[in-house]
């Protein structure tokens, strides 16, 4: 699907997004029309916005394909939030002129930035893995089997 995409081909920057109630943590999109390439026209970038304040659920998680447009656009940036240049203020400033589109994720994303988040890439990868699996469900059952459950009565 991806390969299928024409990249840097029309003019625009493209990132890849994917849905998250997690607002808060990534860079929310706000999305205008999608078109018959699956191609969604972005018309800017909030960085790590309150949930009653995101413009939508789409998340850009830092894939993207760039022109070289946006390195000059960070060269004329102020520092922003903490101090320092953003990409998503020159995301933010190139999709409010009609130069960033958005593909949506067709894979499983992980917040391997979140302890959780990792353990949960590698617990889900190591179970999907033919090699691993067994030897990784034998450890896991082991490590349980040693676990005392709480005594509810304590």
């Known amino acids: ?3 299928s995409i024409p ?3 029309d003019g625009k920057d493209h990132v890849m997004t994917q849905i998250t109630e997690e607002m808060w943590k990534y860079g929310i999109l706000r999305p205008d029309a999608t ?3 699956g191609l969604i026209a972005v018309n800017g970038l909030v960085e790590k916005p309150k949930c009653d304040q995101a413009s939508s659920r789409l998340a850009s998680f830092g894939r993207y ?6 390195f000059d656009m960070l060269h004329r940036l102020k520092p922003g939030a903490g101090g ?7 995301i933010d400033q190139l999709g409010s002129a ?3 589109a958005a593909i949506t994720n067709p894979s499983q994303c992980y917040d391997c930035g979140s ?3 990792y353990l949960t890439a590698i617990a889900d990868h190591t179970l999907a893995h033919p090699e691993y699996r067994v030897p990784f469900l034998d450890l896991l059952c082991a490590r349980l089997a040693g676990m005392r ?3 509810p009565r304590a």
């Not at 320092?84 to 020159?90: G, S």
């Open 98 to 100: 009609d130069k960033v």
């Open 84 to 90: 320092a240049i953003q990409l998503a203020d020159a």
């Open 65 to 70: 394909v760039f022109t070289p447009e946006v």
């Open 149 to 151: 459950s709480p005594d």
């Open 7 to 9: 990249f840097c081909e």
């Open 35 to 37: 078109g018959p390439d």
């Open 1 to 3: 699907m991806i390969s």
């Open 115 to 117: 302890k959780f988040g």
